[in-house]
């Protein structure tokens, strides 16, 4: 049975760090299910010297931070073996990197390897990601890879761009300690004939009544979309939350036959547009509607079980002919449930797409999918 603190297929992202034969094996596999579901090339390579300094203080997620007195350490690598021996606590990286004017446009995505234990990533000040849990409910991650999608029109063309992690290490070795650290592009990227993302409306809690077209959203906050929920400013906030857009049909697809891609959400979710129901993923009928904000809603083992690996999965969804208006305004509506750590619509694109586009991205993209199983992740790496 699962703990209450581990999604299926993270089962060895535990609070001990486990010395075992099988723990090498185990992460290959889980590294490769993380990262299969897009087939990524690298651009930059991140590797070699970043500024580092012990503490912590959150000015230094700025750009605009001074950290010419940090000293330089080698990434990847353990601090304790760069001057910092016996060293548990927080620390911070930051690296400055050129970005060039090429790269506007590109699904991207920053990969860190692996950190212990825990971090909160940063580019250019906005906090765009985390693994683990910092105390005082700290939950180790040393074991889990970060791949981290980079929000679209974040980074600066033709400047310097920086990224600033922040890390907690409980015991033995810490840092961005090894992996090769990177941004990397998608080579088969979906572009969606009419961009969704965005700022939506978000509110936490859980009424089938915001999937009306027609509701007042006051009271309701403006988030990014794509993005973790949690980097808009629902830290540690488990269970249901709604996201709303509200937007005019391009009249250039009226003649199309239509799919709204919703890119990856964290855990499962209903999709509702103008106020119907046009798909779901995961299993909602354990899901009670009764519960307020800000109160438990772990179910235990059948929601895991419902949603095992759901959050590593595309979301596509076809439009029923006529649903979607070419003149006024439209509604999505999208009930999402998160039983821990990450939450929301996280990593794009979103928009709608023609079924012609998708059937000609969607093979490629499902070959590498279908290895996000990790048994057949197991399978591909021995074959």
Known sequence: MLAKSQKPGDQFATRMKPMTLLLPLTLLIVAAAATFGQDLKTVLDLRGRWKFEVGDDMQWAEPSFNDKDWVSLVVPSQWETQGFPGYDGYAWYRKTFFVPADWAGKRLYLDLGYIDDVDETYINGRFVAFTGLFPPVYETAYGNPRLYPIPMGLLIPGKDNVIAVRVYDSEMGGGIVKGKISIKEDRYPLTPDQNLEGIWKFKPGDNLAWSRPNLNEAGWKPVNVPAFWETEGLKNYNGAGWY???????????????????????DFEEVYLNGEKIGKSGSWKEVRNDVPPGESYWLGEEIAKGSSNEYRKWRAYTIPAGLLKFSGKNVIAVRVFDYYMHGGIYSGPIGLVTREKYMKWEPKSKKSEDRSNPWKALEWIFN
């Open 244 to 266: 709303r857009l509200t937007f005019k049909a391009s009249p250039e697809l009226q003649n199309e036959h239509l799919i709204l891609f919703l890119g990856k959400i964290d």
